[in-house]
């Protein structure tokens, strides 16, 4: 099983302020990497697919990099409706994991 | 509008059965493989199972093989989840999402309902 590591599980930050979070996974899943935003009572929503680009509608503050075993998510520009928690997931293999989240809340 | 509804979940005592539904809409339901995902109260989310577009091929996360069965109603764009032999490990939010592909064969999930919460409790 490929473990999804994400790094911190908490980040306090002001709105306005950038905030990169880390994901790692514990063997090489290339590209096959998915950031999602998810808030208490919604559904989850697609961020990036691929690593790296960016799902429908999702705003250009937002971006997402690396391959392999490092990735970052990066957001420019917190805005309020960007604090939420944060998963990374793999689906290069089954069984399909997910890192155990970041929540990024408001400083 | 793409949309995914669950339902189907609720209260079940520890060895009990639920299933769980998944009414989709707004996209061409049989090119696209499904799956489940939960999140346990105060944990993360975690892959269930999935099943591919026609229903052929289906996968489960080991804890669940042979207690959880994935299933799709194509002529009714609906997707299933049986679920037998409840724990209390169970407990938790349902979601039904999309997989970005046909096969359930590295797809992530692009599109996701906001779940039905099912509890296993005496």
């Known amino acids: 099983e490929i473990v999804m590591t994400q790094s911190p599980a908490t980040l306090s930050v002001s709105p306005g302020e950038r905030a990169s979070l880390s994901c790692r996974a514990s063997?090489?899943?290339?590209?096959?990497l998915a950031w999602y935003q998810h808030k208490p009572g919604q559904a989850p929503r697609l961020l990036f697919y691929g690593a790296s680009t960016r799902a429908t509608g999702i705003p250009a503050r937002f971006s997402g990099s690396g391959s392999g075993t490092e990735f970052t998510l990066t957001i420019s520009s917190l805005q309020s409706e960007d604090f939420a928690v944060y998963y990374c997931h793999q689906y290069i293999d089954r069984p399909l994991t997910f890192g155990g989240g970041t929540k990024v809340e408001i400083k | 509008e793409i949309q995914l509804v669950e339902s189907g979940g609720g209260l079940v005592q520890p060895g009990g059965s639920l299933r769980l539904s998944c009414a989709a809409s707004?996209?061409?339901?049989?090119?696209?493989?499904m799956g489940w995902v939960r999140q346990a109260p105060g944990k993360g989310l975690e892959w269930v199972s999935c099943i591919s577009g026609g229903g052929g091929s289906t996968y489960s996360a080991d804890s669940m093989e042979g207690r959880f069965t994935i299933s799709r109603d194509n002529s009714k764009n609906t997707l299933f989840l049986e679920m037998n032999s409840l724990r209390d490990d169970d407990t938790a939010v349902y979601y039904c999402?999309?997989?970005?592909?046909?096969?359930?064969?590295?797809?992530?999930?692009?599109?996701w309902g906001r779940g039905t919460v099912v509890t296993v409790s005496s």
């Open positions: 999402a999309r997989m970005d592909g046909t096969d359930a064969y590295r797809d992530g999930f692009d599109v």
């Open positions: 707004g996209f061409i339901f049989n090119s696209f493989a």
């Open positions: 063997q090489s899943v290339s590209s096959f």
